[in-house]
């Protein structure tokens, strides 16, 4: 029975992780790929063995046919090319045929809410404007998450989908590891964390927040697919695999975030633990961006922590008392919407010249630490030993800075 039971299982994962789901999946989201016709022998056998004949579309694994090649493309498609290249290769990518405008902006728009701009606007938009609590915790687990889903990534190794027959619609994490999707897994802890953190919290209906927090995780998963850097297999398993972790933070997560504000020692046990984990995801592999990523996030969780601390040994840190739960929305007004503009607009302007500063000074410094050229900055990147400070020492002021540093600039301004 249980032997029955793992050949099903395993069954069904070869099946979802097929490539060929992948590519269907884009040709009914009107993506079209631009694949060269490849020569065939004599006979019509297929002249690369292992890879299904390309003459009227690729031959899938379950004996249909994608033929998402140029011959399919129906009338006036619009042309374009992945928006950013590959961060390893420089590769720019292949051009595509896109069919449906509103799908691609959609989804283009769901694969950055797991990218580094997205979090540098909502992380601090949260806590400066709406709720300092949630967002310091929510915080916490992104770090984290990110963390273990790249450790794992890195271990498994599995490469990302075949192109052809996929569509690479982004090429810009396209030379690294897939499995899990740590934009899943990210899409799935950060609206189920919000949800879980602020309802009790908040006053709004449960089915309005559960609604909110899948639309918005199931938009994430399924951008990947579309931007054909996952299979099916690879964004269910993120998706399965953060709500796990989110399972086991949930029932810590208010101890952690006491300890990070009372503890004495609770300093040095933020920068060793993240720290820890950097190493541990750096040393299972080479360099490479989403690497890189894992570090800023695990830096950025450093600095807030740190600024939790000083914030609340300072008398700084003022959460709403329990009384007063649950808290609600005030009123929208133009003078309402006026503060938190200029608070955001001012607060990120502060990260942005905090970033540039401290990147200008840093990797110089490192280069000249470890007698590295610095003349070629993205090269000397590459080097674990000026990538993994860099990133550390960079983000973990920007951190700092967005939980200690602004709000007391607000204090001084008027607009706490």
Known sequence: MANNFAKTFVHMC???????HVARFQKLCGVKGTFPAKPTKVGGEDSEPGCPGLRGGLQCSNGTQDDSGPDSASA??????????NSLTGDVGQEFLVHNKFLFYLFTFGTELGNEMFFIIFFPFLFWNIDALVSRRLMVVWAWNLSVGQSTKD??????PASPPVVKVEVFYNS?????????????????????????????PFVLGFCVALSWSVLVCVSRVYMGMHSVLEVITG???????????????????SFYMTADCAPVVIVVSHVSMGLVAFSLDSWS??????????????GAALGTHVNYQLGLLKDPPLSSLPLTLPLISTSLLAVSLLRFLIGVAVLLVTRMVMKAATIPFLCRL??????????????????????YIVYSVVGFNYVCGVPLLF????FA
Request: include cysteine; proline fraction near 6%.
């Open 14 to 20: 070869r099946y979802l992780q097929d490539p060929c």
């Open 76 to 85: 006036a498609p619009a042309k374009a090319r992945p928006l950013r290249k």
């Open 155 to 160: 271990v498994v190794r599995w490469s990302r």
């Open 176 to 204: 690294e590891y897939s499995m899990p999707s740590t934009h899943a897994m990210t899409g799935a802890a950060i609206p189920f964390c919000l949800l879980m953190l602020t309802y009790g919290r908040w006053q709004y």
């Open 239 to 257: 998706f399965l695999y953060s709500l796990l972790i989110l399972a086991f933070f949930q029932q810590i997560l208010d101890k952690i975030d």
């Open 289 to 302: 961006t989403s690497r890189g990523d894992t570090a800023q996030a695990l830096g950025t969780g450093i």
């Open 370 to 391: 470890f007698g590295l050229p610095s003349d070629n900055v993205r090269q000397a990147r590459q080097h674990m030993k000026v990538e993994l400070p860099y990133r």
């Open 411 to 414: 204090r001084i301004l008027g």
